[in-house]
């Protein structure tokens, strides 16, 4: 019952400046979220890569209210892919882009976030990497994937991400599951009304993996963004029956969770990808990170009462 507040509270400035302030804040969030700037993340690209793993790299943000700040959040990615690129580090390390920091929710947004992502694209592409547009609440969602089908004309390994919590995504699914489409296929982590989207989580989970098997059946790249058990040998097992090789797929799990899982999958030959996400804007992936566990909340509220 929690996790529904705690979604509602990632919405509200209040909460946002109650928790930035709150004393404790800082050691809990450090967990979830790599670092500040770019040059603290980059030692985790590397420790990452010297540990058999992969990393999609997040520059934490979304929500955002000016144009300057999409031209913002469009910079820092570049900057972020100029220093992959003179370390060295861009064929391990690929990119997780929110449309709303690229201002997709503003006046004009659609066309607005489409010429702010383009160039980063490009830019990951010129440095043999790539790009996912994350998704995010589902009145964004046709508007992701049109920018998903425009950016793949040019780019065609962009990657997109479906959530099997709402009713579209089987539909979605066998839309995507075409020839060298990347599809991150997730539970979903917005707080979502039960007229467009699972409320139990049974029932996302049977969701999942109906959409799991459309993937794991097309002909697309499936990558599996999920830290759940049953899930992760489903995959396994669905993938052997697709007779798909160890390179024809890939999991996908978020920094600070279930580190041992990743070590694990990578030592058993599978690509494992690391999500990790960086800035200084950091609470609404904060919060949905507390709502997916409510044990987290009690961590937090006792790292806050103990300062
Ligand atoms: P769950 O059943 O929630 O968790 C399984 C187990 O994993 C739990 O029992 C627990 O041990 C552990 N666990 C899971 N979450 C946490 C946590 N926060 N803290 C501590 N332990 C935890 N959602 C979107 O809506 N859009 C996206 O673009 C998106 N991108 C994602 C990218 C990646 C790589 C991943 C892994 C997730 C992403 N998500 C995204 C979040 C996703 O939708 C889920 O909310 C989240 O992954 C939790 O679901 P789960 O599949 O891990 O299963």
């Not at 980059?42 to 955002?64: F, K, M």
């Not at 992502?117 to 994350?134: H, K, Q, S, Y």
């Not at 007779?243 to 797929?249: A, F, N």
């Amino acid at each position: 019952m929690l996790g529904p507040v705690i979604l509602a509270a990632s919405r509200s400035d209040r909460m946002r400046r109650f928790v930035s302030a709150a004393p404790g804040t800082k050691q809990v969030v450090a967990r979830f979220i790599a670092g500040e700037t770019v040059d603290q993340v980059i030692p985790i690209v590397r420790e990452a890569a010297e540990r058999g793993l992969e990393v999609t790299l997040d520059v934490v943000g979304e929500d955002i209210t000016t144009r300057e700040q999409s031209f913002a959040a469009r910079d820092a990615y570049l900057e972020l892919i100029g220093q992959l690129e003179d370390l060295g580090l861009g064929e391990r390390a690929e990119m997780s882009v929110k449309l709303s920091m690229f201002g997709q929710a503003l006046e004009g947004g659609h066309e607005l976030a489409l010429a702010n992502v383009r160039p980063v694209v490009e830019a990951a592409a010129a440095i043999g990497t790539t790009v996912t547009l994350d998704a995010e609440d589902h009145t964004t969602l046709d508007s992701m994937f049109a920018i998903h089908s425009a950016l793949r004309e040019d780019f065609p390994q962009t990657g997109c991400v479906i959530q099997a919590y709402l009713f579209r995504t089987e539909d979605d699914a066998r839309r995507l599951a075409a020839e060298g489409c990347r599809v991150r296929i997730v539970k979903g982590a917005y707080k979502e009304p039960a007229t467009v989207a699972h409320q139990d989580k049974a029932e996302i989970d049977k969701a999942y993996v109906r959409v799991l098997r459309i993937l794991m059946e097309g002909e697309g790249y499936p990558m599996i963004g999920s830290h759940d058990p049953r899930l992760i040998s489903i995959t396994q097992d669905l993938a052997r029956r697709a007779g798909r090789k160890l390179d024809e797929y890939e999991f996908q799990m978020l920094y600070g969770i279930r580190s041992e899982e990743h070590l694990r999958l990578a030592a058993e030959g599978h690509r494992m990808r690391v999500y990790t996400a960086y800035g200084t804007d950091w609470y609404g992936y904060f919060m949905r990170r507390l709502a997916e566990k409510p044990a987290n909340l009690l961590f937090f509220a006792r790292s806050i009462l103990t300062k």
